[in-house]
Structure formats: C-alpha cells, structure tokens
C-alpha cells in the first residue's frame, strides 16, 4: 500500500467497520507506518503511481500533509539502513532537512 488510493480506501473501510460496532470513526487514532529510504528519487509502483513519501524534500511535507488531511495523527518512519551509522545518518538528514519544511 505505497499510494494514496489504497490507503485511502482502507481507511474508509476502517471507518465503516467502526460505525458497524457503534464507535465513531474519528475516536480511531490513525497511524503510518513506512520504510524511509531518503532516496531523492521519486519511488513508482508498477502501475505509474509514485509512493507515499518518496521523492524530492520538497514532495515530502505535501504527502505528510495529505496523510494529515486524512485523519492520520501518527507517523512512523523506519530508516532503512545496513548499519547504526547508516541509520544515524538518515535520522540527521531528516531532522535538518525535512522536520523544519514539515513544521
């Protein structure tokens, strides 16, 4: 599920499944789940549609705020790396690059 379609049609059926056992879908606290790979490439599927927060830093906040838009409080990104130093990199490079555009 790298694209918003998909996403977005399971959240309506979360939505549903909710109302279906009396609960209001927005007492559901929703959240995203992916694998940041900082690649400044945009990332496509087989079908031609680009996946959620791949591409240039610039693309990332639009998707983060589009996530937003439809009611996800969480996110969590994984950063995929082969090693700690790796990973720290990938931490360093979103906390300076990206978290001042998203905020």
């Known amino acids: 599920m790298g694209t918003f379609d998909p996403f977005s049609e399971r959240l309506a059926l979360l939505h549903r499944y909710a109302q279906e056992a009396g609960r209001k879908p927005s007492s559901l606290d929703v959240a995203f ?5 900082d690649d400044p490439q945009e990332s496509f599927l087989p079908d031609g ?3 959620i927060l791949t591409g240039e830093p610039s693309q990332i906040p639009e998707d983060i705020s589009l996530l937003e838009d439809m009611g996800v409080g969480y996110l969590m990104l994984e950063f995929e790396a082969s090693d700690l130093d790796g990973r720290l990199e990938l931490i360093e490079r979103f906390a300076s690059e990206l978290m001042p555009i998203v905020q």
């Open 33 to 37: 789940s992916v694998g940041w790979y």
């Open 49 to 51: 549609d680009r996946r």
